[in-house]
Protein backbone atom coordinates (compact mmCIF):
# COMPACT_ATOMS: atom_id res chain seq x y z
CA UNK A 1 0.00 0.00 0.00
CA UNK A 2 1.19 3.23 -0.70
CA UNK A 3 0.41 5.94 1.89
CA UNK A 4 1.44 9.60 2.55
CA UNK A 5 1.50 12.00 5.33
CA UNK A 6 0.03 15.38 5.09
CA UNK A 7 -1.25 17.93 7.15
CA UNK A 8 -3.54 20.68 6.59
CA UNK A 9 -2.39 24.31 6.97
CA UNK A 10 -3.79 26.51 9.58
CA UNK A 11 -4.54 29.81 9.86
CA UNK A 12 -1.37 31.45 10.81
CA UNK A 13 0.88 29.74 7.93
CA UNK A 14 1.41 33.50 7.02
CA UNK A 15 4.11 33.93 10.02
CA UNK A 16 6.08 30.66 8.41
CA UNK A 17 10.02 31.08 9.50
CA UNK A 18 12.05 32.91 6.42
CA UNK A 19 15.60 32.10 6.32
CA UNK A 20 16.50 33.01 2.52
CA UNK A 21 13.30 35.40 1.39
CA UNK A 22 11.94 38.65 2.02
CA UNK A 23 8.35 38.46 3.36
CA UNK A 24 5.70 38.96 1.20
CA UNK A 25 1.71 38.60 2.05
CA UNK A 26 0.42 34.79 2.20
CA UNK A 27 -3.25 33.87 0.98
CA UNK A 28 -4.50 31.65 3.80
CA UNK A 29 -7.71 30.87 1.68
CA UNK A 30 -5.41 30.57 -1.41
CA UNK A 31 -2.87 28.31 0.23
CA UNK A 32 -5.84 26.26 1.71
CA UNK A 33 -7.19 25.55 -1.62
CA UNK A 34 -3.86 24.65 -3.26
CA UNK A 35 -3.18 22.38 -0.55
CA UNK A 36 -6.35 20.66 -1.12
CA UNK A 37 -4.93 20.54 -4.86
CA UNK A 38 -1.58 18.74 -3.73
CA UNK A 39 -3.65 16.14 -1.62
CA UNK A 40 -5.84 15.43 -4.40
CA UNK A 41 -2.87 15.05 -7.00
CA UNK A 42 -1.56 12.72 -4.79
CA UNK A 43 -4.17 11.08 -4.31
CA UNK A 44 -5.61 10.48 -8.18
CA UNK A 45 -2.02 9.50 -8.21
CA UNK A 46 -3.00 6.40 -6.04
CA UNK A 47 -1.44 7.25 -2.61
CA UNK A 48 -3.76 7.05 0.34
CA UNK A 49 -3.42 10.69 2.17
CA UNK A 50 -3.47 10.27 5.96
CA UNK A 51 -3.85 13.48 7.66
CA UNK A 52 -1.46 14.28 10.85
CA UNK A 53 -4.01 16.03 12.79
CA UNK A 54 -3.93 19.80 12.20
CA UNK A 55 -1.61 22.56 14.52
CA UNK A 56 -3.34 25.75 14.25
CA UNK A 57 -0.60 27.37 16.89
CA UNK A 58 2.37 26.23 14.30
CA UNK A 59 2.63 28.51 11.19
CA UNK A 60 5.18 25.60 9.81
CA UNK A 61 3.28 22.36 10.31
CA UNK A 62 1.99 21.98 7.00
CA UNK A 63 5.74 21.42 5.99
CA UNK A 64 5.36 18.15 7.32
CA UNK A 65 8.25 16.78 5.72
CA UNK A 66 10.15 18.06 8.32
CA UNK A 67 9.12 15.93 11.37
CA UNK A 68 10.51 12.63 10.39
CA UNK A 69 12.65 10.70 8.27
CA UNK A 70 10.99 7.13 7.35
CA UNK A 71 13.21 4.36 6.31
CA UNK A 72 11.30 1.17 5.50
CA UNK A 73 9.16 0.07 9.20
CA UNK A 74 11.39 2.39 10.99
CA UNK A 75 10.26 6.38 11.72
CA UNK A 76 13.06 8.38 13.00
CA UNK A 77 11.30 11.41 14.49
CA UNK A 78 13.26 14.86 13.66
CA UNK A 79 14.19 17.57 16.11
CA UNK A 80 13.89 20.49 14.10
CA UNK A 81 16.73 23.15 14.13
CA UNK A 82 14.19 26.02 14.37
CA UNK A 83 13.11 26.23 18.24
CA UNK A 84 9.70 27.29 16.81
CA UNK A 85 9.43 24.17 15.14
CA UNK A 86 9.75 21.77 17.69
CA UNK A 87 6.31 21.55 18.89
CA UNK A 88 5.52 19.98 15.76
CA UNK A 89 6.85 16.47 15.96
CA UNK A 90 4.90 15.18 18.57
CA UNK A 91 1.71 14.19 16.55
CA UNK A 92 3.68 13.17 13.42
CA UNK A 93 5.08 10.43 16.29
CA UNK A 94 1.52 9.50 17.65
CA UNK A 95 -0.02 9.05 13.97
CA UNK A 96 3.15 6.91 12.70
CA UNK A 97 3.10 4.94 16.09
CA UNK A 98 -1.08 4.17 15.26
CA UNK A 99 0.40 3.20 11.77
CA UNK A 100 2.59 0.48 13.28
CA UNK A 101 5.71 1.96 12.40
CA UNK A 102 9.24 1.49 14.76
CA UNK A 103 10.11 4.77 17.05
CA UNK A 104 13.30 6.48 17.05
CA UNK A 105 14.19 10.09 17.80
CA UNK A 106 17.07 12.40 17.53
CA UNK A 107 17.70 13.55 20.53
CA UNK A 108 19.04 16.62 22.03
CA UNK A 109 21.26 18.45 21.05
CA UNK A 110 21.61 17.31 17.72
CA UNK A 111 19.08 18.58 15.31
CA UNK A 112 17.77 17.27 11.97
CA UNK A 113 15.27 18.55 10.01
CA UNK A 114 13.68 16.20 7.09
CA UNK A 115 14.04 18.46 4.11
CA UNK A 116 17.81 18.05 4.76
CA UNK A 117 17.34 14.49 4.18
CA UNK A 118 17.10 12.98 0.30
CA UNK A 119 17.52 8.98 0.10
CA UNK A 120 17.96 7.43 -3.25
CA UNK A 121 18.66 3.42 -3.34
CA UNK A 122 20.20 2.78 -0.21
CA UNK A 123 21.98 5.89 0.35
CA UNK A 124 20.99 8.67 2.44
CA UNK A 125 22.47 12.48 1.77
CA UNK A 126 22.23 14.57 4.89
CA UNK A 127 22.61 18.24 4.47
CA UNK A 128 24.50 19.73 6.89
CA UNK A 129 23.27 23.32 7.39
CA UNK A 130 20.85 25.76 9.16
CA UNK A 131 18.58 23.52 10.35
CA UNK A 132 20.41 20.16 10.31
CA UNK A 133 24.10 19.73 12.94
CA UNK A 134 26.45 16.82 12.77
CA UNK A 135 25.17 15.41 15.35
CA UNK A 136 21.94 14.75 13.89
CA UNK A 137 23.25 13.24 11.17
CA UNK A 138 25.27 11.00 12.85
CA UNK A 139 22.11 10.44 14.80
CA UNK A 140 20.31 9.18 11.99
CA UNK A 141 23.34 7.08 10.37
CA UNK A 142 23.03 4.74 13.55
CA UNK A 143 19.29 4.35 13.47
CA UNK A 144 20.14 3.68 9.66
CA UNK A 145 22.89 1.35 9.28
CA UNK A 146 21.32 -1.92 10.76
CA UNK A 147 18.94 -1.18 7.81
CA UNK A 148 21.55 -1.15 5.26
CA UNK A 149 21.58 2.84 4.55
CA UNK A 150 24.67 4.71 4.12
CA UNK A 151 25.04 8.45 5.38
CA UNK A 152 26.80 10.58 3.48
CA UNK A 153 26.97 14.09 4.35
CA UNK A 154 27.15 17.31 2.34
CA UNK A 155 27.03 21.00 2.83
CA UNK A 156 23.98 23.27 2.46
CA UNK A 157 24.77 26.68 2.56
CA UNK A 158 22.88 28.54 -0.40
CA UNK A 159 19.58 27.27 0.78
CA UNK A 160 17.30 26.47 3.84
CA UNK A 161 17.26 22.19 3.18
CA UNK A 162 19.04 19.91 1.00
CA UNK A 163 16.22 19.30 -0.75
CA UNK A 164 15.45 23.08 -1.69
CA UNK A 165 18.50 22.41 -3.58
CA UNK A 166 18.31 18.83 -5.24
CA UNK A 167 16.20 15.95 -5.43
CA UNK A 168 16.14 12.71 -7.26
CA UNK A 169 14.68 11.30 -10.21
CA UNK A 170 13.19 7.97 -10.32
CA UNK A 171 16.50 6.40 -12.07
CA UNK A 172 18.75 8.30 -9.31
CA UNK A 173 19.63 10.94 -11.16
CA UNK A 174 20.11 13.97 -9.11
CA UNK A 175 18.58 17.26 -9.84
CA UNK A 176 19.30 20.66 -8.75
CA UNK A 177 19.20 24.44 -9.84
CA UNK A 178 23.14 24.98 -10.07
CA UNK A 179 23.22 28.19 -8.68
CA UNK A 180 21.63 26.99 -5.20
CA UNK A 181 23.74 23.77 -5.18
CA UNK A 182 27.21 23.79 -2.95
CA UNK A 183 28.84 20.82 -5.06
CA UNK A 184 26.72 19.34 -7.86
CA UNK A 185 30.19 16.88 -8.51
CA UNK A 186 28.41 14.95 -4.40
CA UNK A 187 26.70 13.02 -7.36
CA UNK A 188 27.59 10.95 -10.53
CA UNK A 189 24.93 11.85 -12.33
CA UNK A 190 23.65 15.61 -11.57
CA UNK A 191 21.11 17.08 -14.35
CA UNK A 192 21.10 20.82 -14.14
CA UNK A 193 17.65 22.44 -14.19
CA UNK A 194 16.79 26.29 -15.50
CA UNK A 195 14.57 27.13 -12.56
CA UNK A 196 14.75 26.46 -8.97
CA UNK A 197 11.58 24.90 -8.21
CA UNK A 198 12.39 22.47 -11.13
CA UNK A 199 14.76 20.79 -8.60
CA UNK A 200 11.86 19.98 -6.92
CA UNK A 201 9.85 16.51 -7.40
CA UNK A 202 7.89 14.25 -5.49
CA UNK A 203 8.32 10.31 -6.74
CA UNK A 204 5.10 9.63 -7.39
CA UNK A 205 5.90 5.36 -8.70
CA UNK A 206 6.86 4.19 -11.74
CA UNK A 207 8.07 7.62 -14.07
CA UNK A 208 5.13 9.90 -12.58
CA UNK A 209 6.75 12.83 -10.63
CA UNK A 210 4.72 15.91 -9.07
CA UNK A 211 6.41 19.19 -8.73
CA UNK A 212 5.70 22.70 -9.05
CA UNK A 213 3.99 24.54 -11.95
CA UNK A 214 6.41 27.54 -11.94
CA UNK A 215 9.01 25.06 -13.57
CA UNK A 216 8.00 25.30 -17.26
CA UNK A 217 11.19 24.56 -18.86
CA UNK A 218 12.44 21.96 -16.13
CA UNK A 219 9.10 20.83 -16.95
CA UNK A 220 10.18 20.09 -20.40
CA UNK A 221 13.58 18.52 -19.63
CA UNK A 222 11.87 15.52 -17.77
CA UNK A 223 8.65 14.70 -19.98
CA UNK A 224 11.60 14.62 -22.81
CA UNK A 225 13.39 12.13 -20.33
CA UNK A 226 9.90 10.09 -20.35
CA UNK A 227 8.62 11.34 -17.12
CA UNK A 228 5.08 11.53 -16.62
CA UNK A 229 4.45 15.47 -14.57
CA UNK A 230 1.87 16.13 -12.56
CA UNK A 231 2.34 20.03 -11.66
CA UNK A 232 0.05 21.96 -9.24
CA UNK A 233 0.25 25.74 -8.46
CA UNK A 234 2.32 26.22 -4.27
CA UNK A 235 2.89 29.65 -4.79
CA UNK A 236 1.55 30.74 -1.45
CA UNK A 237 3.53 27.71 -0.13
CA UNK A 238 6.96 28.52 -1.82
CA UNK A 239 6.46 32.28 -0.01
CA UNK A 240 7.34 30.50 2.94
CA UNK A 241 10.63 28.73 1.66
CA UNK A 242 8.34 25.57 0.81
CA UNK A 243 8.19 23.34 -2.09
CA UNK A 244 6.29 19.96 -3.14
CA UNK A 245 8.57 17.65 -1.03
CA UNK A 246 8.15 19.50 2.15
CA UNK A 247 4.23 19.14 2.18
CA UNK A 248 3.87 15.23 2.32
CA UNK A 249 5.98 12.02 3.91
CA UNK A 250 5.69 8.80 1.56
CA UNK A 251 5.41 5.38 3.50
CA UNK A 252 6.21 2.65 1.31
C1 LIG B 1 10.75 26.83 7.57
O1 LIG B 1 11.52 27.79 7.49
O2 LIG B 1 10.99 25.90 8.34
C2 LIG B 1 9.50 26.83 6.73
N1 LIG B 1 9.06 28.16 6.50
C3 LIG B 1 9.73 26.14 5.42
C4 LIG B 1 10.06 24.68 5.53
C5 LIG B 1 10.20 24.02 4.22
N2 LIG B 1 10.50 22.65 4.36
C6 LIG B 1 11.30 21.96 3.54
O3 LIG B 1 11.93 22.52 2.65
N3 LIG B 1 11.43 20.67 3.80
Known sequence: MTRALVRRPGPRLPEGLLTHLERSPVDVDLALRQWEGYVAALRAEGWDTVEVPAADDCPDAVFVEDTVVVYGDLAVISRPGADARRAETAATEAVLRDL???????????????????????????????????????????????????????????????????????DGTVVGHEPLVDDPATWERFLPVPEESGAHVVLLGGDAVLMAADAPLSRA????????????????????????????????
Not at 101 to 116: K, M, N, Q, V, Y
Open 100 to 170: GFRIARIEAPGTLDGGDVLKHGGTVWVGLGGRTDRDGADQLAAHLAPMGATVVPVPVTKVLHLKTAVTALP
Open 221 to 252: LFEERGLRVVAVDISEFEKLEGCVTCLSVRLR
